[in-house]
């Protein structure tokens, strides 16, 4: 849901790449939309300077950033007053920090720190993005996640230590699909197309068929 009369983006509208599909969430910008599981809108915008790995910036940011005509800071959270995600009129967005949106839920919900997260909305977040970004994006402290979502995250690797097997193996299937690029593959796995690459010299995976730029030409 979006209002129809909202000034226009710092950005302008989207003009290149992926537009949004008729039976798709509305569009903000006109680029792409898709929900997450836990019902908040993504939009494709890659010309974004806070846009994800993947090119998408939340869409109760850029309905924000029309209604004051500038960025938002990265302390800045969007929150919806009727607490349904979907729901991105301007109406229904309130901007705080990050202080006063804990606050916000504290009253709202009677439990401290505790914004009503789901692990198939924290996994989507995490797409492509760092802990702290994902954080930003769910209007949540990072160490938020790490307390209640530990298992979610990335562990960083130890210089000079292996992958874990289970990675090495999903990597090995995808790399013998022959219509599974490294893009694709790395959204699946949830990790960048760079960690591929040296999953693959590592492990002397070569990938099928590739095109130049993936892992078997450049390993």
């Known amino acids: 849901m979006l209002d129809s009369n909202l000034p226009p983006h710092p950005l302008g509208s989207f003009k290149r790449g992926r537009f949004r599909r008729k039976d798709g969430p509305p569009s903000c910008r006109g680029g792409h939309t898709r929900l997450t599981p836990g019902g908040h809108v993504l939009e494709y915008a890659?010309?974004?300077p806070r846009a994800s790995k993947i090119g998408y910036v939340a869409q109760h940011r850029l309905v924000m950033e029309r209604v004051l005509g500038r960025f938002l800071r990265p302390t800045e959270i969007v929150h919806h007053r009727n607490r349904v995600p979907e729901d991105n009129r301007?109406?229904?967005l309130e901007l705080h920090s990050r202080s006063s949106h804990r606050k916000t839920h504290l009253s709202e919900d009677g439990v401290p720190n505790e914004a009503p997260?789901?692990?198939d909305e924290v996994r989507?977040?995490?797409e492509g993005r760092t802990t702290a970004q994902a954080?930003?994006?769910?209007?949540v402290h990072h160490q938020t996640l790490r307390n209640r979502f530990d298992h979610l995250l990335k562990k960083r690797k130890s210089p000079g230590g292996s992958y874990p097997p289970e990675l090495v193996e999903q990597v090995r299937d995808l790399a013998s699909?022959?219509?599974v690029g490294t893009r694709l593959a790395a959204r699946t796995l949830g990790t960048t197309a760079w960690r591929l690459r040296q999953i693959c010299h590592q492990h002397g995976i070569a990938w099928v068929a590739a095109p130049a730029g993936r892992p078997s030409r450049r390993g």
């Open 46 to 48: 890659p010309d974004h």
């Open 90 to 92: 301007c109406g229904n």
């Open 117 to 119: 997260l789901t692990e």
């Open 124 to 126: 989507v977040a995490l």
């Open 135 to 139: 954080a930003e994006l769910l209007g």
């Open 177 to 179: 699909n022959p219509r």
